[in-house]
């Protein structure tokens, strides 16, 4: 069974696609201490992935980012803001979390740096074909340009999960390309992220 199979139920459905997960999305930024980032990775990729998607949740990317050197950016995406409190609590408040979040948060110095979307222009299952992967956040928002292959502007609805905080200085306007921008982010796929 394929992640794009994977309903927050559990049970598969021929017509479900990732673009089904883009309907909440949050871009998460987390500053770590100096020389860690490599260590979350290494743990996030063997411990987190699968538990998540087996929560509800869907892992579009897992980045390095070039210009900032002790940050992991990721996205995660849900079928809607029920379906993300679900995931959340199943997987927060579950096992696997519960085992692991100590070593996690020892590389942390900051994980509330998360952006909290809704969908514009669905692409993040499907980008073009290419290389590069650039992120480009906005605010004030700004329309985003043809090139983006994914769009997304600030969810509204209030953080249902408040275990983990969302930023609420917004609005802002995101958007994902393939070719940089003058204010973008260099993107670096790790191993396991699907978009690349």
């Known amino acids: 069974m394929t992640s794009s199979d994977?309903?927050?139920?559990?049970?598969?459905?021929?017509?479900?696609t990732f673009s089904d997960f883009e309907t909440v999305v949050e871009l998460r930024r987390y500053t770590l201490h100096p020389g860690r980032r490599d260590e979350l990775i290494e743990l996030f990729e063997r411990e987190f992935v699968?538990?998540?998607?087996a929560a509800g949740a869907h892992l579009f990317g897992l980045f390095r980012a070039p210009a900032a050197p002790d940050e992991f950016v990721w996205l995660r995406g849900f079928r809607s803001m029920e379906a993300r409190k679900e995931a959340l609590e199943k997987f927060y408040f579950g096992p696997v979390w519960q085992e692991h979040r100590s070593a996690a948060n020892a590389t942390m110095i900051d994980s509330d740096n998360v952006l909290l979307l809704r969908p514009i222009r669905r692409g993040l299952a499907a980008p073009p074909p290419g290389t590069g992967v650039h992120v480009t956040i906005s605010a004030p928002p700004e329309s985003p340009p043809e090139q983006a292959f994914a769009a997304f502007e600030t969810e509204p609805s209030p953080n249902n999960f408040p275990?983990?905080?969302?930023?609420?200085?917004?609005p802002f306007s995101v958007w994902f390309s393939r070719e940089p921008a003058p204010s973008s982010l260099e993107l670096v796929p790790t191993s396991r992220s699907l978009i690349r």
């Open 163 to 170: 275990r983990l905080p969302v930023r609420t200085d917004g």
């Open 50 to 53: 699968e538990p998540q998607e």
């Open 6 to 16: 994977l309903t927050s139920s559990g049970s598969t459905s021929s017509d479900l």
